[in-house]
């Protein structure tokens, strides 16, 4: 029976998946068994030459390693022999699905907010984008019709793939209830939920400009190290560069 190679990548840091596939790659595998959350192989390169790689070094050294495979995803090493050549991966959630983009929710009903954070995101893209190893890109919801975006559409696809959602739940209203209720944008609200259900909590930043006129709760809970307050610009870019760096700081993209 002919040996089905696949190609393995070694990934020490976030890289989207397009630019893996076009480096080389770090192991040859062949398959043995494919559970459910994991993967038995053999290595087919030189157990002299695994030795000394720098993956199998931090494997040594108790670190995680993380392997890109070939028709199959994102794995992490449980064990491996050197000696009969086999490797025991469990499945991983990477982030290698994910584009260096950072998507801005705005909204139209009280545009003075989201146009402050529009610039103020924009004008950190220009400052942090030459430190960084990927260029980020800003992507935004588009407001061309009456509802949020379609879950099935392309925006919502790249909201899902966006390295961190920012989302502007400034008010436009407020219940007169105890305690008060801020009430954000319809529309914000439907894609902050969305963004909850299929984001990890700690990519998503909420920001909101505060009016004095309306005190009150936001009804979503999220840890301050993911809430944004703001009452003017330079509020704003003081406290958003902290905030970005954080939820960003998983991707290892500036050293």
């Known amino acids: 029976?002919?040996?089905?190679?696949?190609r393995a990548w070694y990934l020490a840091e976030y890289e989207p998946l397009e630019t893996i596939e076009q480096r080389p790659h770090d192991l040859r595998?062949?398959?043995?068994?494919?559970?459910?959350?994991a993967l038995r192989a053999d290595f087919l390169d030189d157990a002299a030459e695994v030795k000394e790689s720098l993956w199998f070094q931090r494997y040594l050294q108790g670190e995680t390693v993380e392997f890109y495979i070939e028709g199959s995803g994102s794995y992490l090493i449980a064990n491996i022999d050197l000696i009969s050549h086999e490797i025991y991966f469990v499945k991983q959630d990477t982030f290698a699905h994910l584009e260096p983009t950072i998507f801005f929710c705005s909204q139209t009903e009280f545009s003075d907010s989201s146009d402050q954070l529009r610039w103020a995101i924009q004008a950190w893209l220009t400052e942090f984008n030459p430190q960084s190893r990927l260029e980020l890109t800003l992507v935004e919801s588009h407001r061309l019709s009456d509802g949020?975006?379609?879950?099935?559409?392309?925006?919502?696809?790249?909201?899902r793939r966006s390295l961190v959602f920012i989302a502007d739940v400034s008010p436009i209203s407020y219940l007169d209830t105890q305690p008060p209720v801020l009430i954000p944008s319809p529309k914000v609200s439907v894609e902050v939920g969305y963004a909850l259900h299929c984001k990890r909590q700690e990519q998503i930043l909420l920001a909101q400009m505060?009016?004095?006129q309306w005190p009150g709760q936001f009804p979503v809970d999220l840890p301050s190290s993911q809430r944004l307050t703001f009452e003017d610009d330079a509020e704003l870019a003081e406290s958003l560069t902290?905030?970005?760096?954080?939820a960003l700081a998983p991707f290892k993209l500036f050293h």
């Open 148 to 159: 949020p975006i379609r879950l099935q559409s392309t925006l919502a696809g790249k909201l």
């Open 1 to 6: 029976m002919a040996i089905i190679a696949l």
């Open 210 to 212: 505060e009016r004095p």
């Open 29 to 37: 595998l062949s398959k043995n068994s494919l559970l459910k959350t």
């Open 242 to 246: 902290p905030l970005l760096l954080k």
